[in-house]
Each structure stands twice: as structure tokens, then as C-alpha cells.
């Protein structure tokens, strides 16, 4: 679906709403900064909420990990020999064919700074995920000084010298174990002249980049045990499985 003067964004009509929780199923290491570095310290910090401590999921981390599964799954790749732009995220190319019959999903849901995509503003809002109360709850009745320290743990990786078997021991922080945040995805359908048709079209791509992240991992070190998740979604009043949704699971919020 090309993109013309006759079909630019006319009107925001409505929304899907994506709420549930984010199970920690091997210790997650998504990093943050650390203010001083000492001698036998911390180097791989997670990030954490700088008022309460507690570890949590930046939106940014779930929709760039989303987008990134979702570009490889379509084929949809930067491969400009430009090093500026080779392997950069996925932008606008107005000369692609499959795009323009598509309507640009990568740049619709996801985003894009090119001026001439003339698309409307990003589709997909992702929520940073802060620990679930439910979880705390419940931690809390078995262990009533439960704090943001028991949610955290520190995992030393080693690279060994091939000759001389010298280990070089690195730590790493990670969130443990079965511990839960809250997550929450607001999807925008704007009217681009098609009554919102092609954006409807486009939320299947926003469950898929889930389940994409479930078969690989969320944050660092993923290749070596880190990051694996589970999604859990509210569907009437109840946790389903990503696995188990679709569309129409997500009713269409109208906006008046």
C-alpha cells in the first residue's frame, strides 16, 4: 500500500491494549550503568530503578529485542556496504515493492526518522515492566523481610586461556530465577485513508515478535544461558499463554 498524499494520517481511531507479565525462567542480565568501577567490583551491573532498587525491563530493551527477531524473521535487512548503515535497524525504502504492498510494517509499528515515510506516528508503545505485586506478594508470605536484594544475583563467567588454562573470571549480575514484571503494549490504529485496515493487519507482527522472543532470549548473554522468558497474557480475567492468543483476542478500544 503506497503511501500518498490521499492516504496520510488523518485521524488516531483507535487502540489494542496488550497487558500481562514477563516470567524470568533463567537469570536475566539486561544492563545498566555503573558509577564507579573498584577493584574486584561489579562490572556488569543490571539496571535498576534508581528510587526503589528493584531490577526492571526497560520498554526499550522488549521493543528493540522485538524488532530486531521481527526483521530477521521477514528478511528485512540493512545491507548497505555503507558501514554507517550496514546491520543498522531496518528503515523506510520507499524502492522496495514488498514494502509498499505491505505498507512499510517495520517502519509502521516500530518507527522510523525518515521524513518522507509520511506514516504517522510509531504504532507500537512499549511500557517499561516493573515487578509485578503479585509476585512480591507472594514472596513476602514466605519471607517476610523479602527486599529488591533477593531478587538479584551475581554469576561469574570465565574465559580460559586455550594454552595455559588461565581463567579470567568475569561477574555478572542477573535477576533471578521466577521472578515476574508487569508489562503493558499499547497498539495505535491511525487512518490512513484505509479506515485503519492495514495497522489491524500489522498487530499480528506485534504478538509474533513475542513469541520470537520466547524462542530466543531477552537481554545480554543469551547464548549462554541467560535472558529465556515466558509471556503471560490477561485475557479475561485469566493468565493464557502467548502461544494460546491471537487478534481477535484484543478487542479494538474506539477512541471518541
Known amino acids: 500500500m503506497e503511501t500518498t498524499r490521499q492516504n496520510l494520517p488523518k485521524k488516531l481511531l483507535s487502540q489494542k491494549i496488550i497487558k500481562g507479565t514477563i516470567k524470568v525462567e533463567t537469570g536475566l542480565h539486561i544492563g545498566g550503568s555503573a558509577e564507579t568501577i573498584e577493584i574486584g567490583g561489579m562490572d556488569n551491573p543490571i539496571i535498576t530503578n534508581p528510587v526503589t532498587k528493584e531490577p526492571y525491563i526497560p520498554g526499550s530493551s522488549l521493543k528493540g529485542k522485538m524488532r530486531s527477531l521481527i526483521e530477521w524473521k521477514l528478511g528485512k535487512l540493512e545491507l548497505d556496504p555503507n558501514p554507517k548503515k550496514l546491520g543498522q535497524p531496518y528503515g523506510f525504502h520507499p524502492e522496495n515493492a514488498d514494502d509498499v504492498k505491505q505498507g512499510h510494517p517495520i517502519s509502521r509499528i516500530f ?4 521524513d518522507e515515510a509520511q506514516l504517522g506516528p510509531t504504532r507500537l508503545i512499549v511500557r517499561d515492566a516493573f515487578i509485578a505485586k503479585d509476585f512480591k506478594d507472594g514472596m513476602k508470605v514466605n519471607n517476610p523481610n523479602f527486599t529488591w536484594i533477593d531478587m538479584i544475583e551475581e554469576k561469574t563467567e570465565n574465559a580460559i586461556n586455550r594454552i595455559t ?3 579470567n573470571p568475569r561477574p555478572i549480575q542477573r535477576v533471578v530465577t521466577g521472578t515476574e514484571f508487569e508489562f503493558e ?3 495505535r490504529i491511525f487512518d490512513m485513508g484505509d ?4 495497522d489491524l493487519q500489522h498487530f499480528d507482527l506485534v504478538l509474533e515478535g513475542l513469541r520470537l522472543i520466547e524462542m530466543d532470549a531477552l537481554g545480554g548473554a543469551g547464548s549462554r544461558g541467560c535472558g529465556k ?3 503471560w497474557i490477561q485475557k479475561n480475567g485469566t493468565r493464557t499463554s502467548i502461544a494460546n492468543v491471537n487478534s481477535s483476542d484484543f478487542p479494538e478500544e474506539k477512541l471518541t
Open 195 to 198: 479506515n485503519g485496515a492495514v
Open 185 to 187: 503494549m499499547i497498539y
Open 165 to 167: 588454562a588461565r581463567a
Open 111 to 114: 518507527g522510523t526518522t525518515a
Open 229 to 231: 522468558v515466558t509471556f
